[in-house]
Nanobody, 123 residues
Framework: QVQLVESGGGLVQAGGSLRLSCAAS????????MGWFRQAPGKEREFVAA????????YYADSVKGRFTISRDNAKNTVYLQMNSLKPEDTAVYYC????????????????WGQGTQVTVSS
């Protein structure tokens, strides 16, 4: 089994930055592709970013490309999402997730999920 715990969310003004962390336990972290998703009130969960097991390949949603950066530290069993130039539209609960293959953008492809961390961007 794999457990994922997100942290780093909070309230920030538009144009500010936050760094989210996702700590993993219960598995071999380096074997997992990691992804970030978000869900705003009344909206469907949407893909944000994903990173390969070795960190050499990344994929971003168009809405965050150039502003967000996903990275991982396998020695610490942690994946990060650096969020810069935040907009009110980025307000959502952010979730990390893991899978053992591919670099998927759809939620159904991910096997393990964290409980989420709230990000609120004020205008």
């Amino acid at each position: 089994q794999v457990q994922l715990v997100e942290s780093g969310g909070g309230l920030v003004q538009a144009g500010g930055s936050l760094r989210l962390s996702c700590a993993a336990s219960g598995g071999t972290f380096s074997n997992y592709v990691m992804g970030w998703f978000r869900q705003a009130p009344g909206k469907e969960r949407e893909f944000v970013a994903a990173i390969s097991w070795g960190g050499g390949n990344t994929y971003y949603a168009d809405s965050v490309k150039g502003r967000f950066t996903i990275s991982r530290d396998n020695a610490k069993n942690t994946v990060y999402l650096q969020m810069n130039s935040l907009k009110p539209e980025d307000t959502a609960v952010y979730y990390c997730a893991s899978t053992t293959r591919g670099l998927p953008r759809v939620a159904l492809a991910y096997e393990y999920w964290g409980q989420g961390t709230q990000v609120t961007v004020s205008s």
